[in-house]
């Protein structure tokens, strides 16, 4: 397979920051038995993760194939490993706040360069499509297997135990491995720089992409669908444990198995894309994913879970809810992939910059709405609301497939 070493860099690098992104819902999820923090204050780490990754991708995005891309996915990883091992002796709200920042500023790096990357690897539209799906499903596969191994940390016969953040060690160990690999592989950058190299004149290239009105609404669908996919990831756990009284450890396997939804979905989404013009897998997904919640949501009234309950023993919704999941998923590679096949190689590090902004403040706000709807209402009442950003979804992508980009260099 061509490009395969760096390839598989790629692939384990999205691996790694799957992990460490997506615990925040777990751990939210812990810092309310640990510390005893509400659901509001308790939905902030979403934000202590996702507006470092807006602030660093705005000011990055432009100059980073300057800073070398392979360069900053080193240091992003160098920064992780360094935190995953000061956290297992965190004793303070504050330590996960500073957990998430570093973690967020780290993505930022990794997530342009991976993106600004597909493009070097691949050589046509289709197979752009079709190796973002596959990314952004092992991105998922990385999900499942993070809430797999923090649930296996989880002490359920003392929620107060601390021994959960043993876990961090052996994320530091994997960032480790992912750094050693990273080091010693090989990428041609080239074709990722702009003619123009001065720092001026990759500001134009990013203001640029403002000016096309596939690009502005693009954008409104990254910040939809991201908005959505974020309440749901986050906030699963903790709808487990207070709306469907699983155990702690079950609540987070929930999680894992929502992961496992969303990798099967994107992973479809890969050859689905070769098949189908994207605006009608998205369309189908939003549409699915829609009646999937009015069908599930109901049957989460009123349930009855013994507190031994198991994944054996467990009521038809505890597994409906999170395969939910396959119908979400295929909705954010096929546009991504779509607007960055769409441009020029030397504005995919400013495209994939803009990607990051928009994914963290709609994570940012879906997450905060979700939380406090959840807090004052029910959880059944947080998920219904996405049926709102759902509908605009489908209303902005339907519009930006009647545009076209032609920058000139």
Known sequence: MKNFNIKAVLFLNYFVFAILLNSVGTVILQMQQN???????????????DLPIAICSFILASFLPKIGIKNSMLIALFLVSCMCFVMPFADHFWFFKLLFAIVGISFALIKISVFTSIGLVTDNDKEHSSFMGFLEGFFMVGVLMGNVLF????????????????????????????????????LNENEAKSE??????????????????????????VFLFVLVEQSFQTW???????????PTSMSIQAGAVLAGAFALGRFLSGFFLRKFAWIYVVSFCAIGFAVSILLVLPLTQNTNISTDAGWLNAPLVVYLFPLMGVFLAPIYPSINSLILSSTPKYLHSSMSGLIVVFSAIGGTIGSIITGSVFEKFTGQHAFYLSLIPLSLLIISAIIMNKFKINPKK
Do not use: H, Q, R
């Not at 016969?157 to 052996?170: A, D, E, F, G, H």
């Open 35 to 49: 510390f005893g923090i509400t659901k509001s204050n308790a939905s902030i780490l979403e934000g202590f993760k």
């Open 151 to 186: 649930s296996l940390f989880i002490d359920d016969s003392n929620p107060k135990s601390m021994t959960w953040l043993n876990v961090y060690w052996v994320l530091g160990a994997i960032s480790v491995v992912s750094f050693i690999f990273l080091f010693f592989s090989k």
């Open 196 to 221: 123009n190299t001065s720092l001026i004149g990759d500001i134009k290239n990013s203001i640029s992409l403002f000016s096309y009105k596939k690009v502005l609404f693009f954008l409104l669908c």
């Open 236 to 246: 699963t756990p903790t709808f487990y444990k207070e709306i469907l009284k699983v």
